[in-house]
């Protein structure tokens, strides 16, 4: 009798040998390559030596490095978050199990998030970031695309029109002209005369027809839709779209603009750093006061949106 670990090699020998042959492949030609190529490392898994030489400071300053670093710690958290609404919307047989499952993730990365920023905020010298801030313009995390995408995916759009013009779109179902009206489009402009900055213009001209591809590809298909349309009045899946709701468009949102409160709000010289934008009156929650699901939110809630904000 063949001792039992034989006899499981040559099973999954077997299992091999079908998978090969099913796309008309040698396994022993395989079984050589394997004989012949390295063991894996973790440095090469996860290209480590590339993630460390993407920093790239431009002024000599040292806590430029820790900016550039949050930064792309941040984005990699979105690009999870991104990862896991695609799941939730390609599903073929989304159950309220998954669903939830991957709320929580989400829900999780911005929670690190939140819980991060203090790197920011008291992770770098003032002095040194007013001056190598000026380095940077006209760039801004302002120009995150993948925050956007977050926001385009996870409701639909009239609920990210900016608060004048949203009562009165309601019933406004070209993108093109949701897309005309979101509230960021008024963020970024100059404080003096209301004119769009070029970190605007930039970032329009970089994105906008991005967004409106994956406006129309989630205009029936967002998170938002799916709660109605599957899960509607799912106690589970509501506390959750509740807690990521408040999450991405209050507690993160205050937590980012400590920052900018930290290092741009005291002295109005400062306000240079920014290009001399609106943002006082643009980054409060309370005054964008974007809901992705409304109807989780009660008059009381809805009024008080944001208001822990610093601005008083
Ligand atoms: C010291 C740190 C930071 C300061 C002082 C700061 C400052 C600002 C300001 C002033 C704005 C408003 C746009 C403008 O007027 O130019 C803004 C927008 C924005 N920033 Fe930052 N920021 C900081 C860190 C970050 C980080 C780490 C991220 C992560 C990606 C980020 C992402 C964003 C986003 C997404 C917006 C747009 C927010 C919205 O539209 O509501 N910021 N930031």
């Not at 984005?75 to 991957?102: D, G, M, P, S």
């Not at 759009?157 to 406004?172: A, S």
Request: charged fraction near 30%.
């Amino acid at each position: 009798m063949s001792n039992p670990i034989d006899q499981n090699l040559q099973e999954q020998l077997q299992k091999l040998q079908q998978k090969y042959a099913a796309m008309g492949q040698d396994l022993s030609s395989y079984l050589d390559g394997l004989l012949y190529s390295d063991y894996l490392t973790y440095w090469d898994y996860i290209h480590l030596d590339t993630l460390l030489s993407l920093q790239t400071p431009k002024t000599h300053f040292k806590d430029e490095k820790v900016f550039i670093v949050y930064h792309q710690i941040t984005e990699l958290y979105f690009n999870l978050a991104l990862w896991e609404i695609e799941q939730i919307v390609e599903h073929e047989n989304l159950t309220e199990k998954f669903f939830c499952e991957r709320l929580d993730r989400i829900i999780s990365y911005f929670r690190h998030l939140v819980g991060s920023f203090g790197v920011m905020v008291d992770g770098m010298d003032r002095d040194q970031f007013l001056k190598f801030r000026m380095s940077l313009l006209p760039a801004s995390g302002f120009q995150s695309g993948q925050y956007r995408m977050i926001e385009i995916c996870s409701t639909d759009l009239i609920h990210l029109v900016n608060t004048d013009d949203r009562e009165k779109m309601k019933g406004t179902t070209e993108v093109s002209d949701l897309l005309e009206k979101l509230y960021w489009r008024s963020g970024a402009t100059e404080l003096a005369t209301g004119k769009k900055t070029l970190t605007l213009k930039q970032f329009e001209e970089k994105y906008i027809d991005d967004f409106k591809k994956l406006s129309e590809k989630h205009r029936d298909k967002n998170l938002r839709q799916i709660y109605l349309k599957q899960f509607a009045g799912s106690l589970e899946v509501v506390r959750r779209l509740r807690e990521f709701d408040e999450l991405a468009n209050v507690r993160w949102p205050l937590s980012h603009m400590k920052s900018a409160a930290k290092y741009l709000q005291k002295d109005p010289e400062d306000i240079k750093a920014t290009g001399g934008t609106n943002w006082q009156k643009y980054l409060p929650p309370r005054f964008q006061r974007i809901f992705f699901y409304p109807e989780l939110w009660n008059e009381q809630e809805k009024k008080e949106w944001g208001k822990a904000g610093l601005m008083g």
